[in-house]
């Protein structure tokens, strides 16, 4: 049995999946990359998924259960520092996702059946 790992991104404005969970040679995990410019701003809801969100570039403001998370994300670009900075939502989860600059967000969720913080 073959499997084709290679996946295509054409960039666009929003969440934009790539791979969905039992539609793609992932069988377990979701993909997909939010990409946002300066000012605008994405509702995300988790849902019955983990995730798991990298940030491949820029910075942004997240809020979730009426909390702030300011400034995260600490390079321009993925040439700029090695290590890039993520966070992660749990299950049914309301999020909103704010970009402080251009950001592009590597996101990454899997089903889950326990709700965690």
Known sequence: MSYNYKKAYTSGKGYTPICKIGECSLKKLEFGIIELD??????FYTDDKEFAFIMIE??????????VY?????????FENRRAECFYMGREQQLEIEAIDHIKIAVCGTLVSEKTE
């Not at 300011?70 to 390079?75: C, E, F, K, M």
Request: charged share 15%; hydrophobic share 30%.
């Open 38 to 43: 300066a000012g605008e701003k994405l509702p």
């Open 58 to 67: 820029g910075h942004s403001n997240v809020y979730v259960n009426g909390e």
């Open 70 to 78: 300011l400034n995260v994300g600490n390079r321009a670009n993925v």
